[in-house]
């Protein structure tokens, strides 16, 4: 009976909120090992929410009892809270995504008949479950000329973005995500990422993914959950949040010595901007010395017609006559004016000899410069603002100070 009605409820949780809680779970072996201590975790819905921490930290233990891949030794992981000890692993299973390292194809499948796989045992009928996986095969930004292929024929990017969509198929409101990215080199692995950002844009799962790598939990994660050895709780939180306030050593140590720089990435590149400090690659040389004079610097932005960034050239020694054109222009960098982070334009002014960052609108259009001085500003002032919080520690003690006695207060 429970079996069934957890199946009842799993069919009807479309229309719920897809929380993922984990309620004092401990997952303790016949040996006597313990892989996860008294796990106490709430996954919201909508959100990619990461677990990171070293090898044997419980990580993927945790992952896999939510699908009932591996069942607790106690406490309870309930699903819209539904135990999921309740629900036959079949039924639950494919009502959950599931993606793994190497996207664990079925070899003797094409591609559009591994994507199929879940709505085919579903009892989908065959065109309606083929249909559905060409759309998603379009929507993880693959061509529809793989179809026919085999796993063999498809590069490892190929292979995992494929094993994303077949996760995908019936449309399940969770998705888990078992390192996914881990076996693809460094610039595959990026685009990825951004792939999995973008769909979950539109998607809004309530996704749960595993990684050991900071900067991908950081980057994927609305909430980032470090994970100790031995499977306790270390922290978690927003990965701004937690790089600017570590919970303890073990945390500060895990995130890394350049935390600082990571989390200048959630910091908006707020800036005031010089439009003074550019000049058109078709001026004269006399304009560009002109200009640089007037605004007492010594480099100049060089902007092709249409406003685009061409390079940074010097104005120190030019020559008495001539076109910018036949200047030697040196590297620059770039950060969107909207949207884009203080690391971004700190990027920027690191990879150009002046130091400064060049701001571009949505077309690529140049909209001003970041001086050297905005940016320093800039990067002090998130240093001011970060050890002014109090850490989670001191946080929990003030407020537990704030707490009136009894009767306090009352008249």
Not at 167 to 172: C, E, F, G, I, S
Request: hydrophobic share 45%; net charge negative; with cysteine.
């Amino acid at each position: 009976m429970a079996v069934v009605a957890g199946a009842a409820a799993l069919g009807a949780r479309s229309a719920r909120s897809h929380v993922i809680t984990f309620d004092g779970v401990t997952k303790r072996y016949a040996d006597g090992t313990v892989a996860v201590n008294d796990l106490h975790l709430e996954i919201p819905t909508g959100e990619i929410t990461v677990l990171v921490g070293p090898s044997g930290c419980g990580k993927t233990t945790s992952l896999r009892m939510v699908n009932r891949m591996i069942d607790a030794s106690e406490g309870k992981i309930l699903l819209d809270g539904v135990d999921v000890q309740t629900i036959d692993p079949p039924t639950l299973r494919r009502g959950i995504g599931y993606v793994i390292q190497q996207a664990g194809l079925f070899p003797h499948r094409k591609i559009v008949d591994n994507v199929a796989t879940v709505p085919y045992l579903l009892g989908w009928d065959k065109r309606k479950a083929r249909t559905r996986a060409m759309e998603l095969l379009e929507r993880v930004g693959l061509d529809a000329g793989l179809a026919e292929r085999y796993p063999f024929q498809l590069s490892g990017g190929q292979q995992q973005r494929v094993g994303v969509a077949r996760a995908l198929a019936a449309d399940p409101p969770v998705l888990l995500m078992d390192e996914p990215f881990s076996a693809v080199d460094p610039v595959v692995r990026a685009d990825l990422q951004d792939e999995l950002i973008r769909l979950q844009n539109e998607l809004n799962k309530t996704i749960v993914f595993v990684t050991h790598d900071i900067d991908e939990a950081v980057k994927l994660g609305d909430r980032v959950a470090v994970l100790r050895v031995g499977g306790t709780l270390a922290q978690v939180d927003d990965p701004e949040t937690m790089l600017a306030r570590p919970a303890d050593d073990f945390v500060r140590e895990f995130l890394g010595g350049d935390r600082g720089i990571r989390r200048l990435s959630f910091v908006p590149a707020d800036l005031p901007l010089r439009g003074d400090l550019t000049v058109p690659i078709d001026a004269e040389v006399s304009e560009a010395a002109g200009a640089a004079a007037s605004s007492a610097v010594s480099w100049l932005a060089v902007v092709d017609g249409e406003g685009r960034p061409r390079g940074w050239v010097s104005t120190e020694g030019l020559p008495p006559a001539g076109k910018v054109a036949d200047l030697r222009l040196l590297p620059y960098g770039t950060f969107e004016v909207n949207g884009g982070s203080l690391r971004s334009a700190l990027d920027a002014a690191l990879l150009a000899p002046s130091g400064c960052a060049i701001a571009v609108d949505a077309d690529g259009k140049v909209a001003g410069v970041a001086t050297r001085e905005e940016l320093a500003r800039a990067t002090a002032k998130v240093a001011a603002d970060g050890a002014a919080q109090p850490a989670p520690a001191e946080q929990a003690a003030q407020s537990e100070q704030a707490v009136p006695a009894e009767g306090a207060g009352r008249g």
